[in-house]
């Protein structure tokens, strides 16, 4: 039972890069990333609500009225998440943005270990943390100055495997278009990675608020339920003002008819993540649990990097971009671990 346990926490976390993954496809379907992130949160939620009555622990709502308001904010990391993880994987390819994710988890994880903020209890410093945190900086590092832009959906460029013969070897790279996203005044390579970083500190801070929260209602299914309540209303507030604010296009609906039937996956696999390591941390413990889900996450990413699976651009998985995923898995590992 213990091997299903950690198996379970492998796949959860594989099921994050799928997630931000398959949730292009509905960034493409929908035309804006924000109406994306509304209907992948709205599906998510639906699933925990019929999971919450499925299970029985729908009546722990009654609970909330009497629950510190903070308790209830964990669900605002989810939207910030999400749609970065739309925007960011295009641009810079599935290992570099779920590296930066990572990098952004485990510093984070390492505040609250180390100050012993919101409820965490406080971790000593190590000399495991110290060489850990220093692995994951090196492992994003060498990922990020080794990344290569996708090839554009034009086609090849002469010289190119396909592209006329004799010519020489000049392809164009250029990041893809996101539907949705202005190209005028848009963040540079150092503000998505700052992105990608923020996104990910995100995730632990609200693992630590969802735990206060369990503590409150005693049911963690109804706790992901509430979580996700809170992302949805918040996201869809944010689509709402963008959309008067004529900062976004209006969601396309009809697209929804032509997309991809494993477009629909994003809020699936948010909520089996959510309940997964809900239950999984009593079971194995929360550093076991992180340590995992950061190795599935990783792994998965540079399969679906080097594949070009899920209809994203094929980026092989160099030596160097090699050499930095065993360095995020180590770091990640060294500080849960320590």
Known sequence: MHALFLASALLAGCLLAVQASVNLQLNKAVGTPYGASTLQLSVATALLVLLAVAAGAIGAIRLVPDVPVWHLLGGLASPLYITSGILLFPRLGALAAAGLFVTGQMFASLGLDLFGLLGVARKPPSLGIALGALAVLAGITVIIRGQRPAPSASGPAPGAPGGPAGGARTTTLTAPAIPGVRRAGGLGQGGWILLGIVAGAVLPVQGAVNAALRKDIHEPVTTAMISFVVATITI??????????????????????????????????????????????????????VALTVTGQQAASAVIDNHGLLRLPRRPLTAPRLAGLVLLIAGSVLVQLT
């Open 236 to 289: 869809a507030v944010v689509l709402i003002v963008l959309l008067a604010t004529h900062r976004t296009p209006r969601p396309r609906l009809a697209g929804l008819r032509t997309m991809t039937w494993w477009g629909w996956l994003g809020g699936a696999c948010a909520a089996a993540y959510v309940t997964a390591t809900f239950t999984l941390i009593p079971a194995v413990g929360a550093a076991t649990t």
